[in-house]
């Protein structure tokens, strides 16, 4: 079975964008080939991205979904824009149809975002690990990374790393 990994970035507050979704503020901190916070590694060990729509329309305003080619990606959205390419959309029973890709052969599921979506498998306990990288500044307002978690949910530290830019990068796993 195929794992589901939360692989975000955050501020230190808990904001995973700004209130109109926008992510500029993540600019000053990109992934390069010197720094790449293990992104590199982590994109090898998945071949299928599940993201909210409001992640796909912030990423599609940037030109920036072009990145995911190689990818299949699929969008929780209430709305479907209809297919293109890689592009697929799930509208309606979300929590059935992420078990049935968990299921599918293949390499493991990036959850890119946003918040309602994480939250929402969350509650339905199909995250299995969490890759939270924490960027050194302070939004103070906007997307929260666990908008209104309705219940604890215990999760074992595996590893973190500090970087000479101030991020920090931890990952948890299921106990």
């Known amino acids: 079975m195929k794992k589901i990994k939360l692989y975000i970035a955050t501020s230190i507050d808990g904001y995973i964008a700004e209130s109109n979704g926008g992510i500029e503020w993540l600019s000053e901190f990109p992934i390069t080939e010197e720094m790449n916070y293990g992104h590199k590694e982590f994109m090898a060990s998945i071949d299928t991205i599940i993201m909210g729509g409001r992640s796909w329309r912030e990423l599609s305003n ?73 960027i050194p500044i302070v939004l103070g307002n906007g997307i929260r990374l666990f908008p209104g978690q309705s219940k604890e949910l215990k999760w074992e530290l595996q590893s973190s790393e500090s970087y000479k830019n101030g991020v920090v990068q931890m990952a948890y796993k299921k106990p």
């Open 62 to 134: 940037m030109d920036a979904m072009g990145t995911y080619a190689d990818k299949t990606v699929y969008v929780v959205s209430r709305h479907d824009w209809g297919e293109k390419n890689n592009i697929k959309f799930i509208t309606g029973n979300v929590i059935e149809r992420i078990v049935a890709l968990r299921n599918e052969p293949g390499k493991d599921i990036w959850l890119f975002g946003g918040g309602e979506l994480l939250s929402m498998l969350l509650a339905a306990d199909l995250v299995d690990e969490m890759i939270i990288t924490v």
